[in-house]
């Protein structure tokens, strides 16, 4: 489903991805894990499509098309769907008009007709009790006021409106207590298929005792130093990143 | 051969204009009305146009507008339009109580003023004149300055008719009144009303004034209104503009509030080529609240200058400003907030608020507070910003699948609704926020008029749905 290969990536002239490799095929959920600041959150957008950064090399291939000239829409619209780490806040913009126009998005871009008031209603309230999302928070400004854990239970509100193919979650678990931990795993999880393919951005193995992957990849310096089964979650989370370290420096 | 500038050749215009017509224009004046007239055209003969180096009008000047020969209508014109179109149509939900000016002057299917049931007087200027002489003599330019300007000046020295609202006492009139002044010539016209609103104690009022083109056609209107708010009477009162891009509008606005009434204005301007909207508010009596808002869209050439001054006469009164506009192409929006603290005025709340989004970089945006305080025991706060777009909301927003376009289109729509929303009429709010997202579409045409627009509102573009109302 996604093959990134040989990718290099800087923004305003400082290069943060150098040549990093990831296949990630339907059905797998893959764990991203590493020390702050070694381009987890760039390598997440740049798959979204964020403007600002600048390919250097390498080239980024989404069922079966190089996808880095495609705009951000376009790539939500083929089944993309970023988590944020810090989603934004949008005042003024209800989260009802915004998933509404989301949806009719999708639905237009593959040839459907625009979801009636009705309709969305239902698929609001069925989504919101899948991520226990209060009906509250759906019916103000876009994050506006939201909590840090309640930013996050947005976004994968949003993911199950939307339905991706491929969901990149970046730290979608910082900032929540056990029981929204819980229950943002149990959604991600509900929403698993045959078809669609997970990557989960984290700092906590913990996570991963909810949402179970199939790899777990270490970004380093730019670059996946090392992969391995979801064992590898539990070196990590007993032994740090110093070993890994001094195995890719040598 | 001594070359002289417009403005110099317009004013000499109107000056024999003047003489010439001097019996006609003031053929229905009270003597003291008369008075006023000849003083204020002796000032406007003294001082002239307003221009860049005055700083009032530094980032609006006039010199385009004055390039054009304009004609005066000093009387009515003699062929109406067909009233029963202008009449028939009114704005979905919302029953108003319609009176019109016809390139300036009233316009009525029979009488030229009329007493609501509850006593409210409605209709020409220049009929009230006639039927209510004291009344009238009692307000008229006891509120507007004519040094102010030139065309403050000119506009009592030129004006003939004009709106005339009078709510007595403790009447609340529940319909809204809406003016629309329809402008259709195929010549060009030079506009001077004049319109006097008095709202009695503990009344209350609501009115809509729009200002519409219905055609293509040059104009230039520099209109004066004045409005007394006796003590405990409120007062709501929404301007909408959407005049044609070859259109310049003067509108100079005196609100005077006794102690405890209140003002809400609102001034929605959707399209116009040089508009100047002054709002001039003297809190005249304690506790006293103004809240004066205003939203501006503008692209291609247009000129938008939004000016309020705030006099806080006396203690224990609020204002409220909050100005918010769009400027893209090659527009201009200028906003000035003056607040005057007198030097007893205690107690003051005055906050003041500009927000501008700048979409290009030729677009250009002035905004200048000024806060003058004598007072000490006073709260004050005031905000002024020029920005673009937020670049981070429209990524989150595109990366949920929707397009450039619409994101936009969005995040604008999310910046004007906090204007809209302090619209407390429903109808109307609703309205206009039609017109608000048609206006950001591109879609808004200029006939597409408050009164004419017959069509049933929109309910459903994409981005709009009210789960509350389902
Ligand atoms: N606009 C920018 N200009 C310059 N450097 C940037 C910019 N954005 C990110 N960086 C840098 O790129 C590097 C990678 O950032 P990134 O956000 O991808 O890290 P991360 O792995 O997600 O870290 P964390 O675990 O803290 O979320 C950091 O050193 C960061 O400072
Ligand atoms: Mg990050």
Excluded at chain 2, 60 to 86: C, G, M, R, S
Excluded at chain 2, 121 to 138: R, W
Excluded at chain 2, 193 to 199: A, Y
Aim: glycine share 6%; net charge negative; charged share 25%.
């Amino acid at each position: 489903m996604l093959k990134i290969k040989d990718l290099q990536v800087s923004i305003n002239g400082k290069t943060i991805l150098r040549g990093l490799n990831l296949e990630v095929n339907k059905g797998e959920v893959h764990a991203i894990m590493g020390p702050n600041g070694t381009g987890k959150s760039t390598l997440a957008n740049v798959i979204a499509g964020k403007p600002g950064y600048h390919i250097d090399k390498g080239e980024i291939i989404y069922k079966g098309k190089n996808i880095l000239e495609m705009p951000p829409e376009v790539r939500a619209q083929e089944g993309i769907f970023l988590g944020f780490q810090y989603p934004v806040e949008i005042p003024g913009v209800s989260m009802t008009n915004f998933m509404r126009t989301a949806i009719n998005e999708h639905r237009k871009y593959k040839g459907l007709d625009p979801m009636s008031a009705g309709e969305f209603l239902k698929l609001m309230k069925e989504k919101q009790k899948l991520v226990e999302i209060q009906a509250k928070l759906t019916n103000r400004s876009v994050n506006e006021g939201f909590s840090g854990g309640e930013k996050k239970k947005n976004e994968i509100f949003q993911m199950a409106m939307l339905e991706p193919n491929l969901a990149i979650l970046d730290e979608t678990d910082s900032g929540l207590d056990i029981d929204a931990l819980k229950i943002v795993a149990n959604g991600v999880n509900k929403l698993r298929t045959k078809e669609n393919a997970t990557i989960v951005i984290t700092h906590y193995q913990r996570l991963l005792d909810y949402i179970v992957p199939d790899f777990v990849h270490v970004l380093f310096d730019g670059k996946i130093v090392k992969s391995g089964g979801k064992e590898l979650a539990l070196v990590l989370e007993e032994k740090g990143y110093e070993w890994i370290k001094d195995e890719s420096s040598k | 051969m001594e070359t002289k500038y417009n403005d110099i050749l317009f004013k000499e215009k109107l000056v024999s204009l003047f003489n010439e017509h001097r019996r006609k224009i003031g053929f229905n004046d009270t003597g003291q009305m008369s008075a006023l007239r000849d003083n204020a055209f002796e000032t406007f003969e003294k001082t002239g146009f307003p221009h860049t180096k005055i700083e009032d009008w530094r980032n609006t000047n006039l010199k385009n507008v004055f390039a054009h020969n304009y004609n005066v209508l000093f009387e009515a014109q003699a062929d109406k339009p067909d009233i029963e179109k202008i009449f028939q149509c009114n704005i979905h939900n919302f029953d108003t109580h319609i009176i019109a000016l016809y390139n300036g002057w009233y316009l009525s299917e029979d009488k030229h003023l009329i007493t609501l049931p509850n006593g409210t007087i409605i209709g020409s200027l220049a009929q009230a004149v006639k039927e209510y002489p004291e009344l009238v003599e009692k307000h008229y330019n006891k509120y507007a300055d004519i040094n102010e300007n030139g065309l403050i000046a000119l506009n009592t020295a030129f004006a003939q008719d004009g709106i005339f609202i009078y709510v007595p006492d403790g009447v609340e009139t529940y319909k809204t009144i809406q003016i629309v002044n329809i402008l259709d010539r195929d010549d060009k016209l030079f506009i001077q009303n004049k319109n006097l609103i008095i709202v009695g104690k503990n009344a209350k009022l609501t009115f809509l004034h729009c200002d519409d083109s219905y055609n293509y056609n040059r104009s230039f209107t520099n209109t004066v209104t004045e409005v007394f708010i006796d003590e405990g009477a409120v007062v709501d009162h929404y301007k909408l503009q959407n005049l044609n891009d070859s259109s310049a509008l003067i509108n100079t606005t005196y609100f005077h509030l006794e102690k405890e009434s209140k003002l809400t204005s609102n001034a929605i301007t959707l399209n116009g080529g040089l508009i100047r909207n002054k709002s001039n508010v003297i809190l005249a009596g304690k506790k006293g609240k103004a809240n004066i808002y205003g939203l501006y869209l503008v692209d291609k050439e247009q000129h938008i200058d939004n000016r309020v001054f705030v006099d806080h006469a006396e203690s224990d009164c609020d204002s409220d400003e909050l100005f918010k506009g769009i400027a893209d192409d090659n527009a201009t929006a200028v906003f000035n907030g003056h607040i005057l603290v007198r030097k007893d005025s205690q107690k003051t709340n005055a906050s003041q608020t500009n927000r501008n989004i700048q979409l290009t970089d030729k677009a250009t945006v002035f905004s200048k507070p000024f806060l003058e305080i004598y007072a000490d025991d006073v709260k004050c706060s005031h905000g002024a910003t020029v920005g673009q777009l937020d670049e981070e909301a429209l990524f989150y927003i595109k990366s949920r699948g929707i397009g450039e376009y619409d994101a936009k289109l969005l995040l604008l729509y999310a910046f004007a609704a906090k204007v809209i929303n302090k619209i407390s009429v429903e109808a109307l709010r609703e309205n206009i926020d039609d017109l608000v997202k048609k206006r950001l579409r591109g879609e808004l045409a200029i006939c597409d008029m408050c009164v004419l627009q017959c069509k049933t509102q929109e309910k459903t573009y994409e981005f709009e749905i009210d789960l509350s109302k389902i």
